[in-house]
């Protein structure tokens, strides 16, 4: 059996081939339900924004430019269904944190604050690389695409995030832990 390419899929959908509309919805639904089950932990709401992202992709297939992949355009436009599906929740709060025991609360907190402040020394583009590689796991070809930038530049963005956060983390924690023993 030939396996058509994306492209040739887009083209007939856009055409009103009801099978290639179907093939790009069945080919991609695993990985943009993984991609949003990332963002928000529960099953059953991501299951309903992976299949609201892909039937407003197909049914907006004409916007599609083709700049990124289309599975990056379709995690846009996901991104943008969890945005709105928040904005409707209660936010998140790190006082709802529960654990076992009061210390390990107040070293959950800290660790969420610590993070935070630390993402706060990084350029908006380090920001979003880092958290699409780490939190995502996306690959630097991914990230590349979805920053609309150059594998290279995106690898290095990646890599100086890191280098300035590594030390800030390891003072941080050395600082907590050090306090935690006195």
């Given at each position: 059996m030939f396996v058509k390419s994306d492209d040739e899929l887009i083209r007939k959908a856009l055409d009103g081939d009801n099978t290639s509309s179907?093939?790009?919805?069945?080919r991609y639904y695993t990985r943009v339900f993984r991609f949003v089950h990332n963002k928000v932990s529960d099953t059953a709401t991501a299951q309903d924004i992976a299949q609201d992202a892909l039937l407003a992709g197909l049914k907006h297939l004409r916007t599609y430019k083709?700049?990124?992949?289309f599975y990056t355009w379709l995690c846009t436009i996901a991104i943008n269904k969890v945005k709105k599906q928040r904005s409707h929740n209660i936010?998140?709060?790190?006082d709802t944190v529960t654990n076992s025991t009061p210390e390990t609360v107040l070293s959950s907190k800290e660790t969420v604050n610590l993070i935070i402040s630390s993402f706060k020394e990084l350029s908006k583009l380090q920001q979003a690389a880092l958290f699409y590689q780490i939190y995502e796991q996306l690959t630097i070809k991914e990230i590349a695409d979805i920053l609309q930038c150059s594998p290279r530049y995106t690898k290095n963005l990646v890599s100086q995030a890191k280098q300035i956060i590594r030390p800030l983390l390891k003072e941080k924690f050395n600082e907590i832990k050090s306090t935690k023993r006195a």
């Open positions: 179907s093939l790009l919805y069945t083709g700049n990124s992949s936010p998140f709060n790190g």
